[in-house]
């Protein structure tokens, strides 16, 4: 038998019989790591376990602490909810079923109208068919058998995924399990016994590949774990989100509304909410400025040569409103501000001298999403980007990606949060601009990231065509992650607008653009910090920062003197005038989560003072006015969280 040497992740390099497979490597190493393995990484590809290996290799495996771990564990699930569903309403078509970030799903055509009772009927033949065991057996095969097999079958939705495939003579993969067959590329865990603890999360309509002019199917969430624990503190976060959902809070706290008669997709800022977004606003502003930016304003709209050029209208049409005529010329509203700041770049001479350029905006950009994907704050089609973008020469990239990052850390943790993680996404197949570049600038991200000692991961192939970048997740509160801040390279459209700059040696080179956006999109941000803070925003973000509450109308005279001193100061203050009970009130305001309440009546007129009561802390002591005043102000100040 021939040995293969194997290289495992630590570099320590075993040799073993060739035709090994991913699982007997687990169990050389462990009977732990053999009992708890899912998948393995076999030369940069996830394949299943019982995979041979016949060559020298480098080999990782995954366990459900791993990513790919959970992903294969969620996918192998969605499998076996298809296989429990076929057995419980054999007329059943199936879509896809494909693991997501927290959990998965599966797109199903079906003549009932499914009820919570069936995700339990359902959920009750997960568990019976995982405590058979059955293996999941992956089979391949040439795709005219694979034709053939779902003609048998009558499965058009897998015909059409297969219809779809160029090449004739490309190889088909199937996996069974027990009686119940899918069309995958895999990979999947060893066994549904594997699956131990699930719970079917909620049923939404969904059309087929999102097309709304498609069939219409029904859509299951749902999620798995290895462990008991797991699950309960899963459905435990489950129920804190829900407690947190922006859209709900948005309602109670008076933030925002959305009204689907007169757009869909479209935000309506009320005045509580429009103060969260002015703090905002002016913070990131200042901020800018102090960083070095200059800030740009830029119009809605642009004749099409704009996206032509910029190559939007060929690579991002299916994303744009449909243009409007005017003056016999299409104009479309802008779903990037790039553009634009390009006209601006090349409105004079550039030399140098003048590099780098740093132009911030706040600038609404508006794209088509579909209706069915739409989601609060999330998912809109009218926002305003924090938007930037860096003009500068090869000699002075890096420093600038060092700028951003250490930007990027001083905003995130203005707004509480700690937790960030990084990712280098590397050159697609299909790119713009020469290897040279790529490698140069992707060189200079990664080396950013090791210069400020930041931990990072690489997602090969994950770059947009244009240009390398590095992607920030933040956790919040509830430890869930959301992809905000991007840093991204750009080498097609410098090239596209024939951007030059005057160099030192007398001749024209091209700049090296960077687009940079820190919180996305003040909507998304919006919705994100909503739900990190639950609506109790920190003192200095909070649309109302005290309310004053007379114990009686007799003492409406002192609240209003209160109530002005405050607001002198530049404190957003309301006076609860309302001839109701002190308590009923102090629960009130309790319930729009206001960081201070201020209560006077007959002894804080003597004392001319005021009785504080912080939010979910009760009662702090009395304290006069100015006193009071004092101390918000700090925190305002310093920006406590």
């Not at 059955?134 to 053939?148: D, S, W």
């Not at 030399?351 to 794209?367: C, I, K, N, Q």
Request: net charge negative; charged share 30%.
């Amino acid at each position: 038998m021939n040995k293969i040497k194997i290289t495992l992740p630590d570099g320590s390099v075993k040799e073993y019989d060739s035709g090994v497979t991913p699982l007997e490597i687990a169990k050389s190493i462990s009977s732990r790591l053999a009992k708890e393995a899912l998948v393995a990484k076999i030369n940069g590809e996830v394949k299943d376990l019982n995979t041979p290996i016949n060559e020298d290799s480098e080999v990782a495996i995954f366990t459900f602490n791993d990513p790919e771990g959970r992903h294969a564990y969620w996918h192998s699930t969605s499998h076996l909810m298809a296989h429990a569903i076929q057995a419980l309403h054999p007329e059943a078509k199936f879509g896809v079923g494909p693991a997501i970030d927290n959990g998965f799903y599966y797109d199903i055509d079906i003549n009932d109208q499914l009820t919570e009772e069936d995700l339990r009927k359902i959920e009750e033949k997960m568990v019976e068919l995982s405590k058979e065991d059955n293996p999941f057996l992956r089979t391949e095969l040439p795709k005219a058998e694979a034709v053939k097999f779902f003609e048998k079958k009558g499965d058009n939705y897998k015909l059409e995924i297969l219809s779809e495939l160029d090449d004739d003579n490309e190889v088909i993969s199937i996996y069974d399990e027990g009686d119940f067959t899918d069309l995958c590329t895999g990979p999947h865990v060893p066994s549904t016994g594997k699956i131990k603890y699930i719970k079917l999360l909620n049923l939404s309509g969904s059309y087929w590949r999102g097309d709304e002019k498609r069939n219409r199917m029904q859509r299951i969430y749902g999620i798995s774990f290895p462990k008991k624990k797991m699950l309960e503190e899963h459905l435990e976060m489950l129920e804190e989100a829900k407690k947190r959902d922006h859209r709900k809070l948005g309602k109670q706290l008076d933030l925002f509304s959305i009204h689907e008669e007169a757009g869909a997709g479209l935000i309506y800022w009320h005045p509580k909410g429009a103060r969260i977004r002015n703090e905002v606003e002016t913070f990131w502003k200042d901020a800018h400025f102090k960083a070095g930016y200059e800030l740009l304003y830029t119009p809605h709209v642009g004749k099409s040569w704009l996206w032509e050029t910029s190559g939007h209208l060929k690579h991002f049409k299916e994303n744009m409103f449909a243009p409007m005529q005017i003056d016999e010329q299409d104009y479309y509203v802008k779903p990037m501000n790039c553009p634009f700041h390009i006209m601006i770049y090349k409105s004079s001479l550039r030399s140098y001298r003048d590099l780098p350029l740093r132009w911030a905006e706040l600038g609404t950009v508006y794209r088509y999403e579909k209706s069915g994907v739409l989601h609060g704050l999330l998912r809109v089609r009218g926002f305003t980007q924090d938007d930037a973008h860096i003009f500068c020469t090869h000699e002075q990239i890096e420093d600038e990606i060092i700028d951003v990052i250490k930007f990027s850390l001083y905003i995130w943790k203005s707004f509480g949060f700690e937790k960030l993680k990084f990712y280098v996404s590397t050159r697609p197949e299909k790119a713009a601009g020469n290897d040279d570049l790529w490698e140069k600038a992707t060189y200079s991200l990664e080396n950013a990231l090791r210069h400020e000692n930041l931990d990072y991961e690489i997602d090969e192939g994950g770059g947009a065509f244009y240009g390398p970048k590095i992607d920030i997740k933040v956790k919040d509160a509830l430890n869930r992650e959301w992809q905000m801040s991007t840093i991204q390279f750009d080498f097609n459209l410098p090239e596209r607008f024939d951007m030059t700059y005057v160099g030192e040696d007398g001749k024209e080179h091209r700049p090296f653009m960077v687009h940079r956006a820190l919180l996305g999109s003040l909507e998304r941000f919006m919705g994100v910090i909503i739900e990190h803070y639950g609506g109790a925003f920190p003192v200095w973000l909070a649309p109302v920062q005290a309310a004053v509450i007379p114990v009686s109308q007799n003492f409406l005279d002192y609240a209003r003197e209160v109530r002005d001193k405050l607001r002198e100061n530049g404190i957003r203050v309301e006076l609860d005038e309302r001839n109701e009970k002190v308590g009923y009130k102090i629960r009130d305001w309790e319930t729009q989560k206001v960081p201070y309440m201020l209560i006077v009546g007959e002894k804080e007129v003597a004392e001319s003072q005021v009785s504080v009561r912080k939010h979910k802390s009760g009662d702090v002591g009395k304290m006069a006015t100015s006193e009071f005043i004092e101390k918000i102000s700090s925190e305002i100040k310093n920006k406590n969280q």
